[in-house]
Each structure stands twice: as C-alpha cells, then as structure tokens.
C-alpha cells in the first residue's frame, strides 16, 4: 500500500525530510497566521484588542490540546499499527477519535456558551479587557469542534504519511483567515468579531475538505459508523498516549492564565498583558518549526520501532535531535539581536514596543535548550511510553515553572515573571537529558 511503501523506506534523512517539511511548512503558516491575525487587530483595534486576545488564547490552546491528545495519541497506534500490518486497528482508532471529538465537542461548548463572562474573567480578563474578549470568544466558541477535527486529522494524515495534504490543510486554513481578516475586520467594520469570524469560517472550510478526503480520497482511512463507537482498551491506549500531548497544551494554557492574573495586578496591566500576548504569538513562529520535526519523527520513530528496525529508529532521532537544536539556536540569535523590531509587527505604541523588547529578551535566555527538550517528549509520545512523556510535558510548565514563577513574581515584580521562563528551562532540559539517557542505554541492548 502507499502509505506501508512510504513509512517503510529506509531512506531515513529522505524520509523524515519528506515528513518534516511539509509538517513544519504546514505550522509555519499557522504561526504566521497568528501573527498577521494579531498584527490586523494591533492595527485595527489597539493594545486592548490585542490584550482581550490574549485572554482567549488559553481556552484556545486547550481546544487544540483536546485535538492534539486524540491525534497524537491515535497517530502513535496507527504508526506503530502500520509497521506491524496491522490495518483493521488502524481504522478502528481513526473511528474512535471521531467519536472522541464529537463527545468533547459538546462538552466543552456547553459552559462556554452558558458562562462566558464568568469563563474570561476566571482566565485573567480586567473591566478594560472584558469586552474585547467577550466579542472575540462570543464568536469563536462555534468553532470548537472544528479545531478538534481539523488537529486531530492532520495527526492521522502524518501518521499514514500524507504529510503534505496535512501541510496543505494548514496552509489553505491560514491563508484563507489572512484575506478573510482585513475584510472582516476593516472592510465590515467589524472590529475583533470579525478576526474571530475569519478564524471560524477558514477553519470551517478547511474540515469540509477533510470530510471529503475520508470519505471519496485517497486516504487508506475512511468514515464509517461501524468504526466510531467506543472501543475501551483502544480509547484507554489514545488518551493515556496523547495525555502528554494534551497536558503540554493545556499547562501552556495555564500558564498563561496564571501570568495574565499577575500581570493584571500590576500598575501596566493592560500594557503587561499586550506585551505578553505579543510575545507568545512572535515565539510560536520559532517553535512551530521544532514541534513540525516532532510531528515529522513520530510517524518515522513509531513505524521502525513497530517494524523492529531500530537502527533506522536511532538514525531518524539523532536527525531530528540536530534540525531541532539548530532552529532553537538560530531563533535565539534572530530574536536576542532584533528584539524591538520584533515587536513593533504588531503595534506602533512606544511603550508596548519598548516592554516588549525588554520581555522578550529576558524570556528567552535559554531558547537553545527548547529543540532538544521538546523532540526529547515526543520520542517517549511516539513510543508509546505514556508516563515518561507525561513527566517530560510537566517538567517544564508545571512542575517547575509554576512554584518558580510565583516565588520570583513576588520578589522581583515584573522581571521575576520574565527570568521564570529560562530557569524552567534549564532544570526541564536536565530532567529531558536524564530520562533519554536512561532509556538509549535499553536500545543498545535491545
């Protein structure tokens, strides 16, 4: 079959190259799009608007950490499913993540349409942001479901070595809420609404044509009832796999909520609070490139670990190790020397240009360390080892940042929230360093 002959070849630097590109091509656009779609409201709407954005973010980020746990989780079944021929598993755990989104849709849709002024103000929003963010998530609530399915099918795609489809998928998503977004928010005059309206109708777009795809394209998956219903040990296996994944996700999510509530108590909060969406938007465009060299591993990792290739296995985590690393450190250099113009993409306020630039160098001291950190927990996710990839995706946001974070914003205000980033990690990257250690010693005698 197509997708056996592709993940079978042992081409390794062709192979992951061929996965990698399209995957970070395909997150490089949707960095961006964050981008251009906060630099349209810097514009259009003002630090404000920027700041009501950061405070949907979050609850953005755990939608897609949802989508991110069944995707990824199922992709590393289907991956390793495939390398040992075994097809009838693969399409039940495609079907059983259409089943989890569709129940997680409803659930989380429900209190967000119910409570949504109790919700943004939980995550952090001040009487001054409330009605940007009210505006913005009022809108974009509609299209929880659509994130889930268009993430979790992108991981499926990867995962039978369509990476260039799932690259594409992005890339019309994104493309299509740049055009959409001046003409919303601009032409109709619709101010943050109409960024969260381009966001939902591109998305929206973007699903029918995977809709398409599973049921009348090439894909050796298809749509069928008879495969989405709860299969326990499969659903058990996908959840406990993409934990880690979602877990990244959402304490990402949380971190910002908790940032956003320390920033809110300071004398610039309104200012503090823009800065910080600004940076978290900017240093996506450098990350996106390292989680894309993941997503491309992982297919690779769980089909030569599946097939019992394991020299093929080493080969491909050494190239990810190095690509990854290289991008840290080049986004380091790009942003410890430009840092101002940077920041002044997105608004021409002098002050927010002015903090900004000092916050995000601080930030990140230690950039270089994130390659080899976040291949270091997909190795784990794309082996199937749920608990060390869960350690890794807590170590750095959780267990560290937070106690971290809160001992050095009272001591140190505005700058001990800045140096929380780089002591987090240096302390994750030694723990990720340990652990895979630990378990290359089991590959030489395996």
Do not use: C
Not at 51 to 70: D, H, K, W
Not at 338 to 361: M, N
């Amino acid at each position: 079959m197509e997708k056996e002959h592709k993940l079978a070849d042992k081409n390794i630097p062709k192979l992951l190259f061929s996965l990698t590109l399209p995957a970070t091509v395909g997150m490089l656009v949707m960095a961006l799009y964050n981008i251009v779609d906060t630099m349209f409201i810097g514009h259009g709407v003002g630090p404000n608007g920027i700041a009501g954005l950061s405070i949907v973010f979050p609850i953005q980020l755990i939608v897609l950490g949802f989508g991110q746990m069944f995707g990824m989780g199922g992709a590393s079944i289907i991956s390793r499913a495939l390398g040992a021929k075994d097809y009838d598993k693969a399409n039940l755990t495609f079907g059983n993540q259409i089943f989890s989104v569709l129940l997680f849709t409803v659930l989380i849709m429900l209190p967000g349409l119910l409570f949504p002024r109790q919700i943004l103000t939980l995550f952090g929003a001040t009487e001054a942001i409330l009605p940007y963010s009210l505006s913005y998530y009022r809108i974009i609530v509609y299209g929880t479901g659509l994130f889930m399915f268009a993430m979790m099918s992108n991981n499926v795609l990867r995962a039978e070595g369509h990476a260039k489809i799932a690259m594409s998928n992005m890339m019309i998503s994104a493309g299509l809420n740049i055009i959409l977004d001046p003409i919303f928010i601009f032409w109709f005059d619709m101010g943050i609404q109409g960024a969260a309206l381009a966001t939902v109708i591109s998305q929206g777009l973007v699903v029918f044509y995977l809709i398409y795809h599973f049921t009348k394209g090439k894909s050796y998956f298809r749509i069928k009832l008879r495969n989405i219903r709860p299969n326990f040990i499969l659903q058990k296996e996908m959840f406990t796999i993409g934990l880690a994944a979602f877990v990244r996700q959402v304490a990402g999510s949380f971190i910002v909520v908790i940032i956003n509530n320390k920033l809110g108590s300071f004398n610039l909060a309104e200012v503090y609070i823009a800065v910080y969406g600004i940076i978290n938007r900017l240093l996506s465009l450098f990350f996106m490139p390292m989680f894309g060299i993941g997503q491309g591993l992982q297919p690779v990792l769980g089909y030569n670990w599946g097939a019992k290739r394991l020299d093929l296995a080493k080969k491909a985590v050494r190239l990810a190790f190095t690509w990854a690393t290289l991008i840290s450190i080049f986004a380091f250099i790009v942003i410890q020397l430009f840092p101002s113009f940077l920041i002044s993409w997105f608004t021409t306020d002098a002050q927010v240009i002015k903090e900004g630039a000092y916050a995000i160098r601080r930030i990140t001291i230690l950039f270089p360390v994130l390659g080899f950190q976040i291949i270091g927990s997909i190795i784990f996710q794309a082996l199937g080892h749920a608990t060390e990839s869960l350690i890794l995706s807590l170590s750095r946001q959780i267990l560290f940042f937070i106690p971290i974070f809160y001992v050095m914003s009272h001591y140190y205000g505005f700058l001990g929230v800045l140096l929380t980033f780089p002591m987090a990690d240096i302390l994750a990257f030694s723990v990720t360093f340990f652990m895979l250690q630990r378990e290359f010693k089991k590959w030489k005698v395996a």
